[in-house]
């Protein structure tokens, strides 16, 4: 009797992995197409007039003020800025800053980097115990300290978990000592749940740096969130909010990828 091939990807003889892989591939293409849209309007709806806001110390007329709004391009239906937005982004224009009047991709490169820097510090800081820098040391400390108890938690969850496997029954059996057994064996494992954790949180903790960065003043993305919500700063907002999801996104890839090479079940299932 012959044998009717199956359709789809499995025609083409892609593994399930691949197929996974695949998948996840093509929604993090489409993600950012929901990023997009959902980027523009969520910022529409805050109140207050980006123009007002300006020139809130200042006597302006109104005149001046609907001129100002035309130069920002807020006089143009809501369809036509929307147009305009996607059209821009995919072009790399994230336009200009109302506050600094700046590209927003100049300003957004100005504070990229002492964010990194706080960042970067934070998982030494995490990982060395001498090291001890004044001026950030609180900044990262407080950015440190809550991940490092959520890491805590789920690896010895996942290692309490993994050491009543058979399997460890079974090296145990071979004569392995224990402490070859928990670190050739059990503590591999269980560092599945914590790596996807620790890539997840990677994306989250660029904007979680917000809060930190707000009460340190430490210039860097968080602050100038925090700034830009109080003009309300549109064109600034959406530049620092795309660069956080795309943080988001290509975390999860990542993270995806990497469950996959690690743990050769989901290569295979």
Same mark, same amino acid.
């Given at each position: 009797m012959a044998? !009717?091939?199956a359709a789809g990807s499995r025609s083409l003889g892609l593994s399930a992995g691949q197929r996974r892989i695949?998948?996840?591939l093509v929604g993090a293409l489409l993600?950012? *197409?929901?990023v997009l849209v959902f980027n523009f309007f969520l910022f529409r709806v805050l109140p207050g007039d980006p123009a007002k806001t300006l020139t809130r110390n200042r006597l302006v007329s109104a005149e001046q003020l609907e001129v100002l709004r035309q130069s920002f391009g807020l006089d143009k239906p809501l369809p036509q800025q929307f147009a305009d937005y996607v059209g821009d982004t995919l072009r790399g224009d994230l336009g200009i800053s109302y506050k600094f009047r700046q590209p927003v991709s100049t300003v957004i490169a100005e504070r990229v980097w002492p964010t990194v820097l706080l960042l970067r510090l934070s998982t030494l800081l995490s990982t060395v115990i001498g090291l001890f820098i004044w001026h950030l040391f609180l900044p990262c400390l407080t950015l440190t300290l809550a991940y490092i108890a959520e890491y805590a938690l789920v690896m010895r969850s996942?290692?309490?978990d993994e050491l009543g496997e058979?399997?460890?029954?079974t090296a145990r059996a071979k004569g392995l000592r224990e402490a070859l057994v928990r670190r050739r064996h059990a503590? &591999?494992? *269980?560092?599945?749940?914590?790596?996807t954790l620790i890539f997840l949180n990677l994306g989250f903790v660029v904007s979680g740096a917000i809060t930190i960065e707000t009460v340190f003043s430490w210039p860097g993305l968080g602050l100038l969130s925090?700034?830009?919500?109080?003009?309300?700063?549109? &064109?600034?907002l959406q530049g620092v909010f795309l660069l956080f999801s795309a943080a988001v !996104?290509? *975390?999860?890839?990542?993270?995806?990828?990497?469950y996959s090479y690690l743990d050769p079940r989901v290569r295979t299932g």
């Open positions: 044998t !009717i091939p695949g998948g996840k993600s950012p *197409a929901f996942s290692l309490l058979d399997y460890l029954t503590v &591999p494992n *269980a560092l599945l749940p914590t790596t925090y700034e830009a919500l109080r003009t309300p700063d549109y &064109p600034l !996104i290509v *975390a999860n890839v990542v993270a995806d990828l990497l």
